[in-house]
Each structure stands twice: as C-alpha cells, then as structure tokens.
C-alpha cells in the first residue's frame, strides 16, 4: 500500500488496567506530554476532542486518505513520527481545509487528546511489526470503547490476533482492507472491514463517506465478517488481482508474438473492452502500458526497456497457502505466484537459456483472416481464464472462512459488490458474479454460473492453448484456469485412479472405490522393489 516504514515509537508503560481487564478510565496527560506549546503540532485547549478520526502515518496512503475524508468534511487529526512531515502536511492543507479542521501532534498523547470520544483512529504504515508498535502505542493513550483500524496488507490471523488483544484491552478493532492505491484513497477506494462488530455504528458514517460510490450510488464498503474477516477478503483479492493482471500479461505476451505493435495490441484490448464482459480496470491499465513511449528518447515501447521481473507483498501467496491448507484448489491462484516468482529469477533463466538454447518457433501470421481467428479464439481464453481465476478465489474465501469461522459467506454478495468502483478489481464481469451469488447462495462454484459462456468459449480457449504450447509461448495462469475448468467439470479422473493405486502398491495406503467411498480398501501387489 506505500505505507512509511517507520511509524515506530517505544511504547511506554502501559496505562494500569480496572479489575476486569479494560483500560483504566481516561486520564488527562500532562502540558509536557501533549508535545509542543507553539507551533502547527501544538494541542491547545481549542483543538482538544474536535477530530471526527486520526491517521498515524503520513506517508503515500495516509495523506490522500485523509485528504478524501477533509473533501468529506470530516476534521482530521494526523500523527507520524518524523514529526517533519507532519508539520509540512498540517501547514500545506491549513490555508485550504481551515486550520480547526486538519490537526496535528507530535505524541502519541497529544493525537489521542485531539480525538472525539470514542477516539476512531486509522492506521496506515506498514504491515507487520511497524503496526503492532503503534497499536501497543495507542493501547497506552485511548480508553475502553475507542476504535482501532488496521489496514495494512496482514495477514487474516494476525488480525485475529490484533482483535483478540484490542477487545482484551476494552477497546474496539477492525482490520480493514484498501483496495484502489493511492489514486483511490484520495478520489475513494473500496474498503474491506472486519472485526468487532459494534465497531461498524460508529465507523460507518466515516468509512462509507470516503469510499468509492458504485454506479448505483452505494458505497463499497461492507461489513465482512468478525475477527480477520476483512484481511481475509483483501488476501484473496489480492490474489485474484495477481491471476487477472497475469493473465492479460499472458493475453499481451502472445499477441506479441503474433507481430502486433504496441499500438496494434491496444487496439485489440480497445475491441475486447468494447464488447462489454470484460470492460474492467485491469484491462484498462493494460491497454495504458502496451503502448507507452520508452524513456529517455530512445524510441520503441517502454515494454520493451522495463525490466521482466515482478515485486509482491506477500498477501497472494499467503492466499494460496491458506487455501491448499484448507484443501481449496487454487492453481491459477498458484500460477501467479510462481509467474511472480520466475521473472524474480532472472539471472536462473539467462543461464538456463544460455545453457540449453532454447529457441521459440516462428509464431507469426501475415494473413489477416489468420490473425483475426486467433485473436477471437484469444478473447475466449482471457474471458473463461478469469472467470476461472475468480471462481477459485470466491471457493477459496468460502471454505477458509468454513474453518476459520470468520462469517464471511452470508455476506459474500454484497462484498462482490464493493468491488464495483474504487478498486483493483472493477469490471462488468463482477455484476453477474454479483447475481449468481444472490441467486444461490449456495452455489456450488462460480463456474456454474457461467454455463452458456463456457459453451461457447472452451473450444476456442482450447485450439489458443494447442497453439500457443506448439509455438513455446509459455501461459501459465491461462494455462492453469483451463486445466481448472477441464479437471473441474470432469467425473472421473483417471489419473487421480492411477495415483490412488500407485500409493496402495508402494505405502499401503489403501484406496475407496466408486461404489463405495466410506469403506477403505487394499489388494495384493507383487514385491516391486530390486
């Protein structure tokens, strides 16, 4: 999220905690606590208990974040520690918002005092021990009934955690997901909260002023459920962020190969957009990237400088993890992550390149009815690789939340819908997603939902995927989904026999059979091994 990595101050001892275990009742810090007398940080007597909600961390999401809650007409109270940029902030907005509207501290407890009671403070720096130092920080300064929001990339058992320790305390927690960058914190994003749920009274008005609005004019922002709910939800969108933006990379990567210029192959993602499905965010920063200028004068695309090697924060592969953990298969999820995790290993691809002088066969076509048949049967491919991709995150969110008990399931229609507008995520597709999930709620498998889509398009996905494979064009993530799909509408998979019998021959595993699956069963094999 472009969280500041170091929001840290040591915590000092903590306030003595009443008999039953919540925060003692509040207290008034001391002049010299509240930091300076003068200046932008000063907290006078005026300023005390006006800010409608805090921000700790000013680095990229915290000052657009509170930027949109000022267009809001809320007034914000703002912390960091290199004191610095705080001040800078509070100066540069002032003339702007007013001077009683953005407030600023250089303690911890001159920002609690600035605070209206239940103080509501938001919390953006950067996940993991950075978060867990301010909210030891705030633990020390609020008072029983104050509200904590998180809303870093954590993982969803670390806001349990978090949770358990704030309700501890007599506090409140949310761990709330931010989808939409910088650009949606300041404009609006959409928003993924989970936690104590007497939380959400108190929050809402803010939450759901700052957030993105959906063509239909609702916020996008949800309730997902207790405990690491909305860390759950924010995973797992991450992870299908990860699928769909590698999928039109593998969309953009074969076009390529076929000789479409950059220009070209906008024009191509400009005809699929226009076709409606898949109109969507991530098809649209798509088609702003094929085509870019190279820097520095030096001509051609900027595809063709940028180097192939991709970053990530941790939350797809934690995704992934969980879901193999729970027994959920996700291989498009998976495929992501490895696609991420091979381009990181450049110097290992050079060399095995090198090594074995892999070369691609000619992949090129001048005939333009030959060029026009293939990127119809492409279309197909991308659509049913992110239909894929998508069902295995909605099964993979529906089952950890089985396990785990995070009441996310009987609100997953409705935080489909959040994704709507402000987020990563947006696109035409997520309104009949929206609605088959409406419709069942017990749904077996998005797939489902897509039938007539699946009809008409698997032929082609199929021949693009022959072709490709022929030509070396690897497609990992549209690979995946396929196999996703096919395995998934299968019966019976005779490899999965094969493998069942191999276990019995070797450990003695045992094996079911079709007729009977509660019983195990075994057989006699001859002595394999020399």
């Not at 990595?5 to 040591?10: A, I």
């Not at 390149?353 to 892999?358: L, Q």
Request: proline share 6%.
């Amino acid at each position: 999220m472009g969280q500041q990595p170091s929001t840290l101050q040591p915590p000092k001892p903590p306030k003595a905690a009443s008999g039953n275990g919540t925060a003692a009742s509040p207290t008034t810090p001391s002049e010299s606590l509240l930091g300076p007398s003068t200046g932008p940080l000063a907290v006078t007597p005026e300023k005390m208990g006006t800010a409608d909600v805090g921000i700790i961390g000013l680095a990229v999401m915290g000052p657009n974040l509170a930027l949109n809650l000022l267009d809001r007409g809320f007034t914000v109270a703002v912390w960091n520690l290199e004191t610095d940029a705080c001040v800078k902030f509070v100066e540069e907005n002032a003339p702007k918002y007013g001077a009683h509207k953005i407030v600023g501290a250089a303690t911890y407890e001159g920002f609690a005092a600035l605070l209206r009671r239940p103080r509501k403070t938001l919390i953006l720096v950067m996940a993991g021990k950075p978060t867990d130092m301010v909210i030891d920080n705030l633990l020390r300064v609020c008072d029983a009934g104050d509200v904590i929001v998180d809303t870093g990339n954590a993982h969803f058992k670390e806001q349990t955690k978090r949770a358990e320790l704030v309700e501890s305390r007599g506090m409140r927690f949310l761990g709330m997901g931010v989808s939409g960058g910088a650009e949606g914190a300041r404009k609006g994003p959409a928003f993924f909260p989970g936690g104590t749920r007497s939380v959400w009274e108190d929050i809402a008005p803010i939450v759901e002023a700052a957030a993105a609005k959906a063509s239909d004019g609702r916020p996008c922002v949800t309730m997902c459920g207790v405990k690491g709910a909305g860390s759950c939800v924010k995973m797992y969108h991450n992870a299908g962020e990860y699928a769909v933006l590698q999928i039109w990379g593998e969309a953009v990567a074969a076009l390529r190969s076929w000789g479409l210029s950059g220009e070209s192959v906008r024009q191509v993602l400009a005809l699929w957009k226009g076709k409606g499905a898949l109109d969507s965010y991530m098809l649209d920063i798509t088609m702003e990237v094929v085509a870019k200028e190279a820097l520095d004068a030096e001509g051609g695309l900027l595809l063709d400088q940028v180097a192939d090697v991709i970053g990530s924060k941790g939350t797809g592969l934690w995704s992934v993890q969980e879901a193999l953990g729970v027994g959920e298969p996700v291989p498009s999820l998976a495929a992501a992550v490895v696609a991420r995790q091979m381009s990181m290993a450049r110097p290992a691809r050079l060399a095995i390149n090198k090594a074995i002088g892999a070369e691609r066969l000619a992949n090129r076509t001048s005939s333009g009815e030959a060029q026009t048949a293939l990127v119809d049967d492409l279309y197909w491919a991308a659509y049913l690789a992110i239909v894929a991709s998508y069902a295995q995150m909605f099964a993979a969110i529906r089952t950890v939340d089985k396990v785990f008990e995070l009441e996310i399931t009987p609100n997953l229609p409705r935080i489909i819908s959040t994704f709507r507008a402000g987020c990563i995520l947006q696109g035409a597709l997520l309104e009949p997603m929206t609605q088959a999930f409406t419709a069942d709620p017990n749904l077996p498998n998005l797939l489902c939902a897509f039938r007539k889509e699946v009809g008409l398009g698997l032929p082609a996905y199929r021949r693009t995927m022959a072709r490709l494979m022929t030509a070396g064009q690897p497609l990992g993530v549209v690979g995946a989904s396929l196999t996703y799909l096919e395995t998934m509408a299968t019966p019976s998979l005779v490899d999965a026999q094969v493998v069942a019998l191999q276990r019995d021959v070797f450990g003695r595993h045992g094996f079911f059979l079709l007729k009977d699956q509660k019983v195990p069963r075994t057989t006699e094999w001859p002595a394999m091994i020399p």
